[in-house]
């Protein structure tokens, strides 16, 4: 237990209340010894991660019991109806699969800090299969994954402004009732100005300033 703790960045005594929490699974027991092993470790850094993100522990073990028993992840964050983004359950080995040779313990970590990627025991769980695919289309055509996801991270804070720009546009101007429906119109906006922007820069023959 020590030396997961000290892997994970953590007291044995933080350890311990996620354990009583069964935010972790029991270890392997041989006799009176616990086995501790990756997964563990991956769930660990997992929890740091939707942490970092703002999940409460209570959270935290409502997505780790929804994982457990298959129950949508939408559905234990209240999200109401379904997004267009779907989750995705895989194997270490699938994964390996979507980008071969591309699977370090590093690109692992920025995935996790992403929020891509969720551990649940032996499984691992992509937040979005559209994401996962282009991912995997652009490992495939020769883009290094570090790179994917140096760009995810961007393109998520700049997709966090937008958001923000037409949630506070439409709660202003629009029933509570009505905010789903329109929420079409803005992502239509987003496509139009980033397909405008895509033909302007690949006219200019390089990338601009960002």
Same mark, same amino acid.
């Given at each position: 237990?020590?030396?997961?703790?000290? /892997?994970?960045?953590?007291?044995?005594?933080?350890?311990?209340?996620?354990?009583?929490?069964?935010?972790?699974?029991?270890?392997?027991?041989?006799?009176?010894?616990?086995?501790?092993?990756?997964?563990?470790?991956?769930?660990?850094? &997992?929890?740091?991660?939707?942490?970092?993100?703002?999940? &409460?522990?209570?959270?935290?073990? +409502?997505?780790?019991?929804?994982?457990? $028993? #298959?129950?949508?992840?939408?559905? =234990?964050?209240? @999200?109401?109806?379904?997004?267009?983004?779907?989750? =995705?359950?895989?194997?270490?080995?699938?994964?390996? +699969?979507?980008?071969?040779?591309?699977?370090?313990?590093?690109?692992?970590?920025?995935?996790? +800090?992403?929020?891509?990627?969720?551990?649940?025991?032996? +499984?691992?769980?992509?937040?979005?299969?559209?994401?996962?695919?282009? $991912?995997?289309?652009?490992?495939?055509?020769?883009?290094?994954? /570090?790179?994917? @996801?140096?760009?995810?991270?961007?393109?998520?804070?700049? /997709?966090?402004?937008?958001? #923000?720009?037409?949630?506070?546009?439409?709660?202003?101007?629009?029933?509570?009732?009505?905010?789903?429906?329109?929420?079409?119109?803005?992502? $239509?906006?987003?496509?139009?100005?980033? $397909?405008?922007?895509?033909?302007?820069? @690949?006219?200019?023959?390089?990338?601009?300033?960002?």
């Amino acid at each position: 237990m020590a030396e997961l703790a000290e /892997a994970a960045g953590i007291t044995v005594r933080t350890l311990r209340f996620y354990r009583e929490r069964g935010l972790i699974p029991p270890p392997r027991r041989e006799g009176r010894i616990a086995w501790y092993d990756e997964r563990h470790l991956a769930r660990l850094r &997992t929890i740091a991660a939707l942490l970092e993100r703002g999940h &409460t522990l209570t959270g935290i073990a +409502d997505l780790t019991t929804a994982f457990e $028993s #298959g129950r949508d992840v939408g559905e =234990v964050l209240e @999200l109401g109806p379904p997004t267009e983004e779907e989750p =995705v359950r895989l194997t270490p080995e699938e994964l390996a +699969d979507h980008f071969a040779g591309e699977v370090t313990p590093e690109n692992l970590a920025a995935a996790l +800090d992403l929020g891509y990627l969720a551990t649940d025991g032996e +499984d691992i769980v992509h937040v979005s299969r559209r994401l996962l695919d282009v $991912s995997a289309a652009l490992v495939r055509e020769g883009v290094p994954l /570090a790179e994917v @996801l140096k760009a995810g991270a961007r393109v998520r804070a700049h /997709a966090e402004a937008l958001a #923000g720009l037409f949630a506070e546009m439409l709660t202003a101007h629009a029933k509570e009732a009505d905010l789903q429906r329109l929420r079409p119109l803005a992502k $239509s906006v987003v496509e139009a100005e980033l $397909s405008m922007a895509l033909d302007r820069r @690949l006219r200019a023959g390089g990338p601009g300033t960002p």
